[in-house]
């Protein structure tokens, strides 16, 4: 495997990974950020599909050390992905802190679509995870990590929420923001496009009128998750079923992203014995 070595942190070749912990948080033009083994893995996978995926891969940079060990992953991507290798200091001052992990990769989202054309793109039995409003990129992740463990078809994130392509949030998640299919729109669109697709759909609330382990299975099912605190607002409520975790007496709620996957596991379990 060919591999370019960097010997200045000011390469214009790897620009795009100066200062990343400044700059995540003010957009890429759909570039984003993957740190991590896994992650680089998960964005290998995403690439190979490419043709009917969302991502693609544009460059990784490592710390000279790991390449040896990566390279099962690296063979994975294509020969017009180049490979850039750095000493721990060079590297350290590229991304300006202390990158231990040492694996970095710039990859694209080349395709993002509409939250009609990704819920018309199901299959008849199809279970859909929505987030509104949440705006903690360790929840974010966490709920598309719990996505790809039970099996959700996709994601759909109102306007409120952050971007899960965020490092942090892509991190946490394991790379599964680059397995499942996820579409934003506004929070009034969401619920009426999975209205007209016949989806059954339940807002997480504590104050929920039935229990998570009594909502009836449908095959086509939403999940909602509103805000840790405020949870979702009433307008939201009041248009959907609503579902509670029952919970020991003095507590307020759970973790948004804790919710979800308790509740992803109910309603995916009886899902299946449809």
């Not at 940079?61 to 200091?89: C, K, Q, T």
């Not at 001052?93 to 990704?118: C, N, Q, T, W």
């Not at 506004?186 to 697709?197: F, I």
């Amino acid at each position: 495997m060919d591999v370019i070595r960097i010997g200045d942190a000011d390469d214009p070749r790897i620009a795009e990974f100066h200062a990343i912990r400044d700059r995540d948080l003010t957009g890429r033009g759909g570039r984003f950020i993957a740190e991590g083994t896994v992650v680089l893995r998960m964005l290998a996978a995403a690439h190979a599909k490419a043709e009917t995926g969302d991502f693609v891969a544009e460059k990784i940079l490592l710390l000279e050390n790991r390449v040896a060990g990566l390279g099962e992953i690296l063979e994975a991507f294509p020969e017009d992905v180049p490979v850039y290798v750095a000493s721990s200091d060079v590297l350290d001052r590229i991304v300006g802190f202390h990158l231990h992990r040492g694996v970095l990769a710039l990859g694209r989202r080349h395709r993002e679509p509409s939250a009609k054309d990704l819920l018309a793109s199901l299959p008849e039995k199809a279970l859909v995870v929505a987030a509104f409003g949440i705006a903690n990129h360790d929840n974010i992740g966490s709920i598309f990590r719990n996505a790809a463990a039970f099996g959700a078809d996709a994601v759909l994130l109102d306007a409120g929420c952050c971007d899960p392509l965020y490092r942090k949030s892509l991190r946490v998640s394991v790379g599964s923001v680059l397995s499942v299919p996820y579409a934003r729109a506004e929070a009034v669109d969401l619920l009426t496009t999975l209205a007209d697709r016949d989806f059954a759909i339940w807002g997480l609330s504590p104050a929920g009128t039935t229990e998570i382990r009594e909502v009836p299975s449908h095959p086509r099912m939403a999940l909602i998750t509103g805000t840790e605190g405020e949870g979702l607002p009433a307008h939201i409520l009041s248009a959907v079923k609503t579902a509670r975790i029952a919970q020991a007496p003095g507590l307020d709620s759970l973790n948004a992203a804790t919710a979800t996957g308790i509740a992803l596991y109910e309603i995916a379990m009886a899902q299946k014995r449809l």
